[in-house]
């Protein structure tokens, strides 16, 4: 960069030789502002300083029909009902709500593998079919689907 912060002549500018800003002036990284990502949820943000329980009722409120759907949890489509990021979202999730790691206590009970790659020692008073069935309920996209359920029902 030449003096005064211009570029010299010839010379290539990269994008992070400047920081963008949105039009009300808010700094976004680069990589924001390339894919056109120039500011977040406010109803993300809200729920990132709520108490987890508070954001929890919150999230399957705006979300638990889209948890609902055939197959695992959809973030894209959670990401565009937020406005947000699909990153965004899995870390309200995974972070703040702490839903990936909710089954870890029973994982380890199973002897399975938990979120951060530990493995428990199996309960030896699990019969072969109660293991079965708790395997399938340590899942985290299952127990989304369990919360959601429960929330659109009342339970």
């Given at each position: 960069?030449?003096?005064?912060?211009?570029?010299?002549?010839?010379?290539?500018?990269?994008?992070?030789?400047?920081?963008?800003?949105?039009?009300?002036?808010?700094?976004?990284?680069?990589?924001?502002?390339?894919?056109?990502?120039?500011?977040?949820?406010?109803?993300?943000?809200?729920?990132?300083?709520?108490?987890?329980?508070?954001?929890?009722?919150?999230?399957?409120?705006?979300?638990?029909?889209?948890?609902?759907?055939?197959?695992?949890?959809?973030?894209?489509?959670?990401?565009?009902?937020?406005?947000?990021?699909?990153?965004?979202?899995?870390?309200?999730?995974?972070?703040?709500?702490?839903?990936?790691?909710?089954?870890?206590?029973?994982?380890?009970?199973?002897?399975?593998?938990?979120?951060?790659?530990?493995?428990?020692?199996?309960?030896?008073?699990?019969d072969k079919a109660s293991k079965g069935q708790l395997e399938r309920l340590a899942d985290p996209m299952r127990m989304m689907k369990l919360f959601a359920v429960a929330h659109q029902t009342g339970s």
């Amino acid at each position: 960069m030449g003096a005064g912060g211009g570029h010299r002549k010839g010379e290539r500018r990269r994008m992070s030789d400047e920081i963008p800003t949105t039009s009300s002036g808010i700094e976004v990284d680069d990589a924001a502002a390339y894919f056109g990502v120039t500011e977040s949820s406010d109803v993300l943000h809200s729920m990132m300083a709520m108490p987890r329980e508070q954001a929890m009722v919150q999230f399957f409120e705006l979300l638990s029909d889209i948890v609902l759907r055939p197959g695992d949890f959809d973030f894209e489509a959670a990401s565009e009902r937020m406005q947000c990021e699909g990153g965004e979202i899995y870390y309200l999730v995974a972070g703040h709500l702490g839903l990936m790691s909710m089954p870890d206590p029973l994982l380890q009970a199973l002897g399975m593998p938990d979120s951060t790659g530990e493995t428990g020692s199996a309960a030896s008073n699990i019969d072969k079919a109660s293991k079965g069935q708790l395997e399938r309920l340590a899942d985290p996209m299952r127990m989304m689907k369990l919360f959601a359920v429960a929330h659109q029902t009342g339970s």
